[in-house]
C-alpha cells in the first residue's frame, strides 16, 4: 500500500510538471508532434493514477490522510485542465 501511495504522489508530480513546462514553452515549440506526446503521456499518467485511486479506495480506509487531503480531485483537476489546453 505504501509504494502504491508514494507512485501516486509520483504521477502527481509529473503531471504538475507537464502543466508548468506547457505554461512555459513558447509557442513556436508547440507543434502536432509536441502536442501529440504530452498528450499521450498525460493520459497515459492519468490511467496509472486513476486505476492506483481504485486500488487504494479498497485497501485504505476513507480517513487516510491521501484521501484527507483531496490528492484525487486536485490531480483530476489539473488533469482536466490540461488535456482542454492540449485539445
Known amino acids: 500500500m505504501e509504494g502504491l501511495l508514494q507512485r501516486q504522489l509520483i504521477i502527481a508530480e509529473a503531471v504538475q510538471k507537464i502543466s508548468t513546462n506547457i505554461k512555459k514553452d513558447s509557442a513556436i515549440r508547440k507543434t502536432a508532434e509536441y502536442i501529440r506526446k504530452r498528450l499521450v503521456n498525460l493520459e497515459e499518467l492519468w490511467d496509472e493514477f ?29 488533469y482536466s485542465t490540461q488535456l482542454h489546453v492540449l485539445c
Open 50 to 78: 486513476d486505476n492506483n485511486h481504485k486500488k487504494l479506495t479498497v485497501l485504505c480506509d476513507n480517513k487516510h490522510e491521501y484521501f484527507q487531503s483531496g490528492t484525487y480531485l486536485s490531480v483530476k483537476e489539473l
